[in-house]
C-alpha cells in the first residue's frame, strides 16, 4: 500500500450523536479516506482487507462504497455489510441498495434473496421499505 496512506486513519473521537455513544472520524479522515477511495480504490481495499474491523476501518469502508456506487455496486453492499457501526451500516446498506434498484432493480433484488437470511431484521425492514419506494432512473 502506498506510504502516503500509512497514518489513515487517525483515531477517531468519542462523541455522542443523536443521544447515542459513538467514534466520530474528524472531517481530514474522511476527506482523505474519500481520496484514497477515488484514487486508488484496490490499495484501500487491500488496506481494508488486511486491518482489523472497526470504527475506523467503516470511515475507509464508507469511502470505497460511495465510490464503488458507480462501478461496482455488490462490492459496495459487501463493504457496508462488514461495517461495525449498526447506525452506519443500516444507512451504507440502504443508501447502496436504493441506488443499485435505480439502476438495475432485477441484480439488487437478487442480491437482497440471496443475502436474506445473513441480514439481521432491521436491514430486512429497510430493504422492504425501499421496495415500496417509487424509484426515479437516473
Not at 467514534?23 to 480504490?41: E, M, N, R
Request: one cysteine or more; glycine letters at 6%.
Amino acid at each position: 500500500i502506498n506510504s502516503r496512506y500509512g497514518g489513515f486513519p487517525a483515531p477517531a473521537i468519542a462523541a455522542t450523536l443523536f443521544g447515542f455513544e459513538m467514534p466520530i472520524a474528524c472531517l481530514a479522515d474522511v476527506v482523505q479516506g474519500k481520496f484514497w477511495a477515488a484514487t486508488d480504490p484496490a490499495g484501500l481495499g487491500d488496506w481494508l482487507h488486511n486491518s482489523p474491523s472497526s470504527p475506523l476501518t467503516d470511515t475507509a469502508r464508507l469511502a470505497l462504497g460511495d465510490i464503488l456506487t458507480d462501478t461496482d455496486l455488490p462490492r459496495s453492499m459487501d463493504l457496508a455489510l462488514g461495517i461495525t457501526s449498526d447506525s452506519q451500516r443500516e444507512s451504507a446498506l440502504t443508501r447502496f441498495y436504493h441506488k443499485w434498484r435505480k439502476t438495475d432493480p432485477e441484480s439488487a433484488a437478487e442480491w437482497r434473496d440471496a443475502q436474506w437470511s445473513n441480514l439481521p431484521e432491521t436491514t430486512r425492514q429497510n430493504l422492504l421499505r425501499q421496495e415500496g419506494r417509487t424509484v426515479v432512473s437516473p
